[in-house]
């Protein structure tokens, strides 16, 4: 058995639920929102499909405004072939022009999935906003959990940040280390000055943050 499971981000509180979806037609009216949408092909006798599945429910528990759609493929046959999808487990991400904007395959963490899903909503939310601020870029991995600290901090504290994760950039971990002269993440460039490592401090001084 597989399953699709999408997060949409909504305006008014929701308390998460469980709801079983049956074509792509189905989920073509939650992409029709213009919210964001999250889809986890998953399959059930894989154990990494097992895996990815758990990891993602645990990560979404305490998310405000998520709701879960289950679909199996048996029967929503015309999902995963629109999207040329070959491989489960795999995480979709729509914007909200109904793109597929990324694609991550494979089981990761539960601290993944949650890092991943509450930034993206960060970011809807603080682009819908508009306010000004300092250009800030984040560079980061998915494995190193002072990079979640960070970005935990900086969304925290309503900073709009620009994510790089350097193990999937190759060129952008190179112009990270020609500037700083140092390799390890996180690092964060704010109006042009490196700060490397989670320096709070320094940080907190450059982005006015009390």
Avoid at 82 to 100: C, H, Q
Wanted: glycine residues 4%; hydrophobic residues 35%; positive net charge.
């Amino acid at each position: 058995m597989a399953y699709f499971l999408c997060n949409t981000h909504r305006q008014i509180q929701t308390i998460m639920e469980m709801i079983s979806i049956k074509s792509k037609k189905e989920l073509d009216i939650q992409l029709e929102k213009g919210k964001k949408v999250w889809c986890l092909l998953y399959k059930k006798s894989s154990v990494q499909s097992d895996c990815a599945l758990n990891n993602l429910s645990e990560a979404i528990k305490g998310i405000e405004n998520t709701s879960i759609f289950v679909a199996d493929v048996r029967v929503a046959k015309d999902i995963h072939p629109n999207y040329d999808i070959k491989s489960v487990p795999t995480l979709m991400e729509f914007n909200e022009a109904k793109e597929l904007k990324n694609v991550i395959k494979g089981c990761q963490t539960s601290d993944f999935y949650k890092n991943l899903i509450e930034e993206s909503l960060f970011r809807a939310e603080m682009k819908a906003e508009g306010k000004p601020q300092k250009r800030v870029t984040v560079y980061s991995t998915p494995t190193c959990s002072w990079c979640n600290t960070l970005k935990t901090h900086l969304r925290t504290n309503r900073i709009m940040y620009n994510d790089i994760d350097i193990s999937q950039n190759e060129e952008a971990a190179k112009a990270m280390v020609a500037r700083s002269g140092q390799q390890g993440v996180p690092q964060t460039d704010i109006n042009g000055e490196m700060i490397v490592g989670f320096d709070k401090k320094r940080i907190n001084e450059l982005l006015n943050i009390k």
